[in-house]
C-alpha cells in the first residue's frame, strides 16, 4: 500500500467517524478525543499515565474483557509528546487493528506491575504488536488528527502557498500556542 493510499484510507476512516459524531477537540487535547472517541466507538477508552520501563515503547494500547481499550502513555513527558504518544495509539484503535499476538514476554507485561491490578484484570490475553502498515496508518492517522484542528476548511489556501508550506506553518503555531 502507498502512503497516498495509507493517508486516503485514514481521511475516508476520519470522515465516517465524524459522520457517525465524533468532535476533534479545538483546541487539541488528546485526554479529551480519547473520551469522544470511546463514545463515538461505543466502548471505554481508558488512558493511563505510567512511567514506562526502559525497552517499552512510549505507547501501548491494551484490550479489555469488555471489549474497550486503555492506552498506557509515557507521563514524563511535555504535552505535545503525550499527545502525540496518545493520538498514536487512538490511531490503532479508530482503525480496527488488531494486533499479531506475541507469545514472548512482551512490552505489555513489562508495563503490567505498573498498572492497577483493577485495570490488569480486565487485559485480555491477546496483546502483541501491530505490523508495519499498521503502524504507518497509526502514525498517519496521528498527524491528520492533531493537525486537524488547525485547518481552516473552508478558508481559501493564500496565493503562493502550497498545501506542504500551510500544513507545516500551521503545525508551528500549534507548538508555540499549546502548554509545555
Ligand atoms: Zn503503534
Request: proline share 7%; hydrophobic share 40%; charged share 30%.
Amino acid at each position: 500500500m502507498s502512503s497516498a493510499e495509507v493517508l486516503r484510507r485514514c481521511h475516508d476512516r476520519l470522515a465516517e467517524l465524524e459522520k457517525a459524531g465524533l468532535q476533534i477537540p479545538d483546541p487539541f487535547d488528546a485526554v479529551e478525543l480519547a473520551d469522544r472517541a470511546g463514545r463515538c466507538l461505543g466502548h471505554r477508552i481508558r488512558l493511563c499515565g505510567i512511567d514506562m520501563p526502559a525497552g517499552a515503547p512510549y505507547g501501548l494500547t491494551l484490550f479489555t474483557t469488555d471489549g474497550g481499550h486503555i492506552v498506557a502513555y509515557e507521563r514524563s513527558t511535555n504535552r505535545l509528546h503525550r499527545d502525540h504518544i496518545i493520538s498514536h495509539e487512538l490511531g490503532h484503535i479508530l482503525l480496527g487493528h488488531e494486533p499479531m499476538p506475541i507469545d514472548d514476554p512482551d512490552a505489555a507485561k513489562l508495563v503490567f506491575p505498573r498498572l492497577s491490578p483493577e485495570l490488569v484484570s480486565r487485559v485480555l490475553n491477546r496483546n502483541g504488536t501491530y505490523g508495519k502498515l499498521e503502524e504507518l496508518e497509526a502514525e498517519t492517522m496521528a498527524t491528520i488528527l492533531m493537525e486537524r484542528v488547525s485547518q481552516v476548511p473552508d478558508e481559501p489556501e493564500l496565493p503562493g502557498q502550497t498545501v506542504e508550506d500551510a500544513a507545516i506553518a500551521a503545525r508551528f503555531s500549534k507548538l508555540f500556542e499549546r502548554p509545555r
